[in-house]
């Protein structure tokens, strides 16, 4: 894929969107930056995709934003970071300097309550729907081990409300030792 001036646009052009139009945090931008990215522009990989997923998940910060800079560094390395990151940085912050100018008249509306009551439940369904691609796709994997480490922290989060970055640290861990010391070998669980 050339990088000119075109593939650059219609990268911002794709945070930007994605960004702007994606209300309920960044699990719900996940499912249509894989849209976007791997099906529409074919430019990442379905496994790709989900390892940059994974990847965000993990580093500090607003996942939409790691996300971001993930897909961008991938596509142009830091050009393509940066130029994601403020397609993806912009949207919310016109909003929110909005917002912050009517705050008053947004609070006391009914309307808008409510409005924002209805995108609620729409942001638990797509949330929802991310979960069940991601576990069909890791079952799909047919690999024993990221089968039983889903597992795993499905039951700890669930069942021993474990925190959620105490898991994302123990699963990265265990994955990089899974990692070098089985994979790199030809070995398997």
Same mark, same amino acid.
């Given at each position: 894929?050339?990088?000119?001036?075109?593939?650059?646009?219609?990268? %911002?052009?794709? /945070? %930007?969107?994605?960004?702007?139009?994606?209300?309920?945090?960044?699990? !719900?931008? !996940?499912?249509?930056?894989?849209?976007?990215?791997?099906?529409?522009?074919k430019w990442i990989d379905e496994e790709e995709m989900l390892n940059l997923v994974a990847i965000?998940? $993990? /580093?500090?910060?607003?996942? /939409?934003?790691?996300? $971001?800079?993930?897909?961008?560094?991938?596509?142009?390395?830091?050009?393509?970071?940066?130029?994601?990151?403020?397609?993806?940085?912009?949207?919310?912050?016109?909003?929110?300097?909005?917002?912050?100018?009517?705050?008053?008249?947004?609070?006391?509306?009914?309307?808008?309550?409510?409005?924002?009551?209805?995108?609620?439940?729409? !942001?638990?369904?797509?949330i929802i729907d991310v979960i069940i691609k991601m576990a069909k796709d890791i079952i799909k994997?047919?690999?024993?081990?990221?089968?039983?480490?889903?597992?795993?922290?499905?039951?700890?989060?669930?069942?021993?409300?474990?925190?959620?970055?105490?898991?994302?640290?123990?699963?990265?861990?265990?994955?990089?030792?899974?990692?070098?010391?089985?994979?790199? /070998?030809?070995?398997?669980?």
């Amino acid at each position: 894929m050339e990088k000119n001036i075109k593939f650059y646009w219609t990268l %911002f052009l794709s /945070a %930007f969107s994605l960004s702007a139009f994606t209300i309920g945090g960044g699990y !719900v931008i !996940v499912p249509l930056m894989r849209k976007r990215f791997v099906e529409e522009l074919k430019w990442i990989d379905e496994e790709e995709m989900l390892n940059l997923v994974a990847i965000s998940q $993990s /580093a500090p910060g607003p996942i /939409a934003v790691n996300a $971001s800079i993930m897909v961008g560094y991938r596509l142009a390395g830091l050009s393509g970071a940066l130029i994601s990151t403020v397609g993806t940085a912009l949207p919310p912050l016109i909003i929110i300097t909005l917002i912050a100018k009517f705050y008053t008249a947004f609070k006391e509306n009914r309307i808008i309550s409510a409005l924002l009551l209805g995108m609620r439940a729409g !942001v638990a369904a797509v949330i929802i729907d991310v979960i069940i691609k991601m576990a069909k796709d890791i079952i799909k994997s047919k690999n024993t081990v990221s089968i039983a480490i889903m597992i795993v922290t499905f039951i700890s989060a669930v069942i021993f409300d474990i925190d959620a970055a105490l898991i994302i640290i123990l699963s990265g861990a265990f994955g990089a030792f899974y990692y070098n010391y089985y994979k790199k /070998a030809g070995e398997q669980l």
